[in-house]
């Protein structure tokens, strides 16, 4: 089984997956005029901006509970566990194809938020239902391939949204602490129900105040070990920049990376991790009380940054001066190891608890995303059997294995983001327009 869902992984995230990824981006930027680097000091300022005509508008949680629902499925295991992956795969240079990705991600998941608020609808409960589903329904006149998606989605929740975060949980507390697998999956699945089975509002109360504490807390202990670190950064940029047009040797227990695996594994990992073109985050951005498409797009491709180019290049630049990335690590052993090696009198602990509350978040939001996937399919009866299905895969996730975890996980990514890469640069045509219409009436007020 595990050697199956390895080819079927490799074959999904090929040259084609990768391209399609990419190149969507690439799209979307040229097409926006580079709206996500000209605009994201605008963006940025609307993130922490309270407008009382938003307060009024339709939706189901504010614009900033959005974004941290959002965050809080993106900020998890992909930032400790999955950038540990990538550099033990694929090398230091991993790390810079996971900035490209981000880079031309930003435009992609502007574009994914702007659509899914254009294209929500009322569900009969009075909440919001917005994201690939009705956008490809609605906007490109596809509702199969809605559907398709959908499915997809209702199923991928129980990869990345689950097993992988309750596997990666589970690994940390049984080195560290010499926790139990089984103790680790069933509290972590208590603890996402009694927050999960409240909906969206209760999520994106719980999100408000747990992302930014988290994140802050983690960057904190990042920045101060690459103080300690501080005169090996250069080297550090220097093994990334290298090795993403090179190949890195094999050495102690790394044992080598082309620069196809660089690529791969940076994209993959850094699509894992921002979940930019997955088609994820616009579920939560539809819910957001807005006035404009516009401007959620813009409060969501700062998640973008958040993520990858703050919070994962963190956990990068640690795992890379302190001189262990190529002991043979991987996963988030890899992440605790150089926390631990710069701070050996709690190092470990941080990550571990860092890893927790990391995955918890993201269990949460995407519990949130499975579930209006699989309402999309069946309607709202479904809604609560989901729930605590996805609840138990939790605890029966903690108990297996790591490779078959993050290939299952990689594999459902992929099937959820081909028809959401297509919605994309299909309708970037509305998109761009818009856009062009938010900014013309911005300058004539």
């Known amino acids: 089984m595990n050697a199956l869902m390895s080819s079927v992984n490799a074959f999904v995230w090929g040259p084609v997956m990768l391209a399609l990824l990419v190149g969507t981006g690439v799209l979307l930027t040229v097409r926006l005029a580079g709206l996500q680097l000209t605009q994201l000091p605008h963006a940025l300022k609307l993130v922490f901006s309270h407008s009382e005509d938003e307060e009024r508008s339709e939706g189901d949680i504010s614009p900033f509970q959005a974004l941290t629902t959002a965050l809080a499925a993106t900020i998890g295991t992909g930032n400790i566990a999955g950038v540990a992956t990538a550099i033990y795969l694929g090398g230091p240079g991993a790390v810079f194809w996971m900035w490209v990705c981000a880079v031309f991600g930003m435009a992609t998941k502007?574009?994914?938020?702007?659509?899914?608020?254009?294209?929500?609808?009322?569900?009969?409960?009075?909440?919001?239902?917005?994201?690939?589903?009705?956008?490809?329904?609605?906007?490109?006149?596809?509702?199969?391939?809605?559907?398709?998606?959908?499915?997809?989605?209702?199923?991928?929740?129980?990869?990345?949204?689950?097993?992988?975060?309750?596997?990666?949980?589970?690994?940390?507390?049984?080195?560290?602490?010499?926790?139990?697998?089984?103790?680790?999956?069933?509290?972590?699945?208590?603890?996402?129900?009694?927050?999960?089975?409240?909906?969206?509002?209760?999520?994106?109360?719980?999100?408000?105040?747990?992302?930014?504490?988290?994140?802050?807390?983690?960057?904190?202990?990042?920045?101060?070990?690459?103080?300690?670190?501080?005169?090996?950064?250069?080297?550090?940029?220097?093994?990334?920049?290298?090795?993403?047009?090179?190949?890195?040797?094999?050495?102690?227990?790394?044992?080598?990376?082309?620069?196809?695996?660089?690529?791969?594994?940076?994209?993959?990992?850094?699509?894992?991790?921002?979940?930019?073109?997955?088609?994820?985050?616009?579920?939560?951005?539809?819910?957001?009380?807005?006035?404009?498409?516009?401007?959620?797009?813009?409060?969501?491709?700062?998640?973008?940054f958040f993520d990858t180019i703050i919070v994962c290049t963190m956990t990068a630049l640690v795992i890379l001066t302190s001189g262990v990335w190529d002991c043979g690590e991987r996963s988030s052993a890899l992440t605790a190891l150089a926390f631990q090696t710069a701070l050996p009198h709690g190092g470990a602990m941080i990550v571990t608890l860092a890893l927790a509350v990391f995955a918890y978040s993201t269990m949460i939001g995407w519990a949130y995303y499975g579930e209006q996937c699989i309402e999309y399919v069946f309607g709202l009866s479904a809604r609560t059997p989901y729930r605590y299905l996805f609840c138990t895969v939790i605890a029966w996730g903690a108990l297996q294995k790591i490779g078959f975890v993050w290939d299952f996980s990689d594999t459902m990514n992929g099937a959820m983001a081909i028809p959401n890469l297509l919605g994309l640069i299909g309708l970037s045509g509305v998109v761009v327009k818009l856009t062009r219409d938010y900014f013309s009436s911005a300058r004539e007020n």
């Open 110 to 304: 502007y574009a994914e938020a702007v659509l899914a608020v254009h294209y929500r609808q009322h569900l009969p409960d009075g909440t919001m239902q917005g994201g690939p589903m009705r956008y490809l329904a609605e906007g490109l006149g596809m509702k199969w391939l809605g559907m398709l998606f959908a499915v997809m989605g209702s199923v991928a929740a129980f990869g990345i949204g689950s097993m992988v975060q309750s596997n990666s949980v589970a690994v940390a507390l049984e080195s560290t602490f010499g926790v139990s697998p089984l103790m680790t999956g069933l509290a972590l699945a208590f603890l996402a129900a009694i927050v999960v089975i409240g909906g969206i509002r209760r999520i994106g109360r719980v999100t408000a105040k747990l992302v930014p504490v988290m994140a802050v807390l983690y960057v904190s202990a990042a920045l101060v070990i690459l103080v300690i670190n501080a005169a090996h950064i250069p080297q550090a940029f220097a093994l990334i920049f290298s090795h993403a047009f090179n190949p890195a040797a094999g050495s102690g227990g790394f044992a080598g990376a082309t620069v196809a695996m660089a690529i791969r594994y940076g994209v993959a990992r850094g699509v894992f991790s921002n979940e930019a073109g997955l088609g994820s985050a616009p579920i939560a951005h539809a819910a957001a009380r807005t006035t404009s498409p516009v401007r959620q797009g813009l409060v969501a491709m700062t998640g973008v």
